[in-house]
DNA sequence: TTGGCTGCAAATATTTTGCACTGGC
DNA sequence: GCCAGTGCAAAATATTTGCAGCCAA
């Protein structure tokens, strides 16, 4: 992972580059989404920001986000019960390790996606621009806790 | 893919198995899940049922695909916007090739990700129990339409 | 200065739930 | 005949939108 600190640069350059103006409660959001090391849920990112800027409203993390998103400076990971999370530091189709027990999402390496990704355009005529791979199970920590 | 009809008997099988009752509404749902090539949406659904039993429910169809997820005999593909489908004729987790544009979904051989999920599993420590893996594209249909 | 951004509230969209009635077994 | 299932409507949930006032550029 880049260091957080260039990651939010990125992201406050994107803006600018947008002429997207640079409100503090943007940046605030942007600081929470370059510096977390997990990925935020939405309710996560606005109790955050609230600690700084507590009359913050949800209708402007919404907005924020849908912003970043249409950037491409923020990876939204959508589940269709709600619980969506967000991943302000690679910002790119990932696959992702999802523990159903404590939530945590974890960023594993796994190199032969990208041919599996050429081989089935290949195969299928599609032409693919963009993909989603999760992975649901139980984390190390909590087999052990049991 | 199994017969349509072999399909539709194993699921209500498996709804007398659980002391489900056979009603009409629940037998045209399953019917409609069984002999569909793609994978309809709750809306879709509806719609299909309505024809032969027009006071139906949007709350009964609901009720029935949960009942069905959970007895593990229809796969939800779920998306954040709330565009659910339904797949009654593989409910169990595989890859799916979904055109952006006409919204159709295939279901594509991908004989490597079994290794690739094993080798993950060895790799993080994660006891991995489901997974979800779909592909974006522009199908070659739509590609030749532009 | 000014128009994009914020924050509040209302609107929207989707799925779930309560409950009286119905009908499968 | 019993009680799971249905259908209607209301409730619950999650996200979007309208708009008056504000402030970053």
Known sequence: MADPETRLDQM?????????????QRLAILKILAFSEGHPSIENIYEQVKVDFPTTSLATVYKTLTLMKELKEVLEIGFADGSNRYDGNKPYPHPHLICINCRKIVDPD???LAD???????????????HR??????????????
């Open 12 to 24: 406050v350059k994107k803006l600018k580059e947008n002429e997207c103006r640079i409100t503090p």
């Open 116 to 130: 599996m990704t050429q081989q089935l355009a290949q195969d299928t005529g599609f032409r693919i621009l963009n």
């Open 110 to 112: 796994l190199t032969t």
């Open 133 to 146: 791979l999760d992975f649901f199970g139980i984390c190390p920590d909590c087999q052990n806790k049991k």
